[in-house]
């Protein structure tokens, strides 16, 4: 039982290029969250997904875009990079409680991304 | 202004020293977590409480909702417990969704 794993770990792109960040979790959670965490700042949540098919923006979704086409695997795209989106990204999963609308949330490694 | 507030912001102590660290919140919740980041980055959840108190081990965490108020114990710290904790709500309508504090550093020296 891996968790919640990320790819790549480390990435450094230059302005304008783009990649992709691949979160996979075997749980078989219905619920994934993308997120950035920059120095000073909390964690903030840039999409987040709560089912096969569905994504919906978070509160920094700009310059980024998302995809969930399997249950297990949350993708999150950058078309043209930016300074601004140098980051550490963590990828998350949870399921869904009815009667808390939340639970316990499982957190990748991290992707520590440079755009330079 | 944040809607989740922790402090500390920093805290240093002697090893075997009774930790506290303070969370609050400005909006209605569901639900409270409390999370470790380790000094290589990873994060993990300790605690996820709507009322009361729950504890694990030597860390004691409790909620007063009423005052929107949260506060992790960390008894007879070890240098181990050196990481960042963060504070986190669940404002009950939205999805799943938490909104973070931004974390309060710990570092216990031996």
């Known amino acids: 039982n891996a968790g919640v794993t990320q790819t790549p770990k480390f990435r450094v792109l230059k302005t304008g290029q783009s990649m992709t960040l691949l979160c996979a979790q075997d749980m078989n959670h219905e619920y994934m969250y993308w997120y950035r965490q920059d120095p000073g700042m909390g964690l903030r949540l840039i999409h987040y997904?709560?089912?096969?098919?569905?994504?919906a923006k978070g509160e920094v979704p700009d310059g980024y875009n998302v995809s969930r086409l399997k249950k297990q695997n949350f993708l999150l795209g950058l078309e043209s990079a930016a300074p601004s989106q140098t980051s550490v990204y963590f990828c998350?999963?949870?399921?869904?409680?009815?009667?808390?609308?939340?639970?316990?949330?499982?957190f990748g490694p991290g992707t520590r991304l440079t755009v330079l | 202004k944040n809607e989740v507030e922790q402090s500390p912001q920093n805290l240093t102590a002697q090893e075997g020293e009774f930790i506290t660290i303070n969370c609050s919140y400005s909006?209605?919740?569901?639900?409270l977590h409390w999370l470790q980041q380790h000094p290589g980055g990873g994060i993990v959840s300790l605690f996820m409480?709507?009322?009361g108190k729950k504890k694990h081990g030597r860390l004691i965490a409790t909620i007063n909702i009423q005052e929107k108020h949260s506060s992790l114990h960390i008894t007879a710290s070890h240098p181990r417990d050196s990481a960042v904790y963060i504070c986190a709500v669940n404002r009950g309508s939205t999805l799943g969704r938490l909104y973070f504090g931004r974390g309060t550093q710990l570092t216990v020296w031996p």
């Open positions: 997904s709560v089912g096969e098919g569905t994504t």
């Open positions: 998350a999963s949870s399921y869904y409680r009815t009667y808390t609308s939340t639970d316990t949330q499982y």
């Open positions: 409480l709507s009322s």
């Open positions: 909006v209605g919740i569901s639900a």
